[in-house]
């Protein structure tokens, strides 16, 4: 069974340009969770998708960045334009929903994002 | 929001040392705790889950211990490798989304 995948791994971009993320959770998911760790800090939470809808985009810092779901498959992250302080890694997980227990989230490996 | 933290930020040990290290997290709005594994380039890689007070749980030289009352979780190598060396998070969730300390970085020396 395919694991989480995310694309690209590495994408370096400058400063007011736009970069977009994907992520390709696990077949039949239906949660789908995007994080971001900056240097050094502990990984956040961005937003969290239940299928197709936002259930919680709290964590999101900005309207800079706009995420979507279409269908409830792959998830995408959009940067626009991408300042500085958006450089990390980007995480997509996603896990089951069995009634109202969650299971343990599985990650991808991440996108590097660096702005220059 | 739960608040999550670790301790220690990062730890140096020798091969054969057995090591342990810390987190704690708010005792109520509590639902399950885990624990990943997360070395350079890869993925975070779960290593347990666990929901109940006194839980306790093993996989080879790894175990975590679960404390709800007063909000920690504690995980223990025994006998560390060189392998075992990485980036050790934990994350809380209350029903809806993670929460994760900022990681306990082990580096084992051979």
């Known amino acids: 069974e395919a694991g989480v995948t995310q694309f690209p791994s590495h994408s370096v971009i400058e400063k007011g340009q736009t970069v977009t993320l994907r992520c390709d959770p696990i077949s039949g998911h239906d949660n789908l969770y995007w994080y971001r760790r900056v240097m050094g800090k502990e990984i956040k939470f961005l937003l969290h998708f239940v299928k197709e809808s936002k259930q919680d985009e709290s964590g999101m810092p900005n309207n800079r960045f706009l995420a979507e779901r279409t269908g409830g498959t792959y998830s995408t992250l959009k940067v626009q334009p991408a300042e500085l302080e958006d450089s990390g890694v980007y995480f997509c997980a996603s896990s089951q929903r069995a009634g109202v227990r969650m299971t343990e989230a599985f990650f991808g490996q991440g996108t590097r994002l660096t702005v220059v | ?110």
């Open chain 2, 1 to 110: 929001i739960l608040n999550v933290e670790q301790s220690p930020q990062s730890l140096h040990v020798q091969e054969g040392d057995s090591t342990n290290f810390t987190c704690s997290f708010p005792s109520s709005n509590f639902y399950a705790l885990h624990w990943y594994r997360w070395e350079t380039a890869k993925s975070p890689e779960a290593l347990f889950v666990m929901t109940l007070n006194g839980d306790e749980k093993k996989k080879g030289r790894i175990s975590a211990t679960l404390n709800t009352k007063e909000g920690y979780s504690y995980l223990y190598i025994k006998g560390s490798q060189p392998e075992d060396s990485a980036t050790y998070l934990c994350a809380a969730h209350n029903f809806n989304k993670f929460y994760f300390g900022s990681g306990t970085k082990l580096n084992v020396k051979p």
